[in-house]
């Protein structure tokens, strides 16, 4: 009879699915156990870091009480020296009223002493500047209708498709110096930028005239 039983199918099958049902709880409860595990070690981790920011603001807040722990005992001292030196002085108030002057005279020579060097600052910034601004690369271009201009510095192309009746918009067909090309229905007043040899330049639209067919451009470097 249990061979009968054994050798039926459904036994086989109850057989597997409770194999498969062990092995599956088995991998489940490691499985959530390993989690787990991972979980408490983040919060660990967590904990941790947040215990080293706090060290690490404490010995900050160690170090600027020392600091003002020092300036303090300073100030003690000079304290401690000017009231000695009028305790011990007859008339102090001349002394005082002359060591005032000298510090008045002292503290004046050193703020005329600034105002002249900032002055001497700011001119030499403004040299430095105009300096910098005469040796930018500047390029002013009328371009015909149906025509285009090369910039040979900055190696753009840029050429003139058609100009709008009342002059307000012009089509320009622009290739950049990377091989990249636009074509784009613009009006005065709008830019574009680019780059060429590590240097970064400015397209300015000036003027868009229609009675003599010309767009006139305009070429900065920044």
């Known amino acids: 009879m249990s061979n009968f039983i054994e050798k039926h199918p459904a036994y086989t099958l109850l057989t597997t699915f409770f194999a498969a049902m062990t092995i599956a709880f088995v991998v489940l ?9 991972n979980l408490h070690q983040a919060q660990i981790e967590s904990k941790n870091a947040q215990i080293e920011h706090v060290k690490a603001e404490n010995l900050t807040n160690l170090a600027k009480i020392d600091y ?50 900032a002055v001497f600052n700011q001119i030499d910034t403004l040299k430095t500047n105009n300096e910098n601004n ?28 058609d100009i709008s009746v009342l002059g307000e918009t012009t089509t320009l067909h622009i290739n950049f110096p990377d091989n990249t090309s636009k074509e784009e229905k613009v009006g ?18 000036n003027k868009i005239d229609y009675v003599y067919n010309y767009v006139e451009v305009l070429i900065v470097e920044k």
């Open 29 to 37: 409860r490691f499985t959530l156990y390993d989690n787990k595990i």
């Open 68 to 117: 003002l722990e020092t300036e303090n005992k300073k100030l003690e001292e000079l304290n401690n020296f000017y009231f000695n030196w009028i305790s011990n002085s007859d008339n102090p108030l001349p002394a005082l009223k002359l060591q005032i002057k000298n510090l008045t005279e002292e503290n004046n020579k050193l703020k005329e002493q600034q105002n002249h060097q």
């Open 134 to 161: 005469r040796n930018k690369y500047t390029q002013n271009q009328r371009i015909q209708k149906s025509s285009a201009y090369r910039d040979n510095v900055t190696e753009i192309i840029i050429g003139v498709r």
């Open 188 to 205: 005065a007043g709008q830019t574009f930028s680019y780059s060429n040899n590590a240097t970064t330049y400015q397209l300015i639209v």
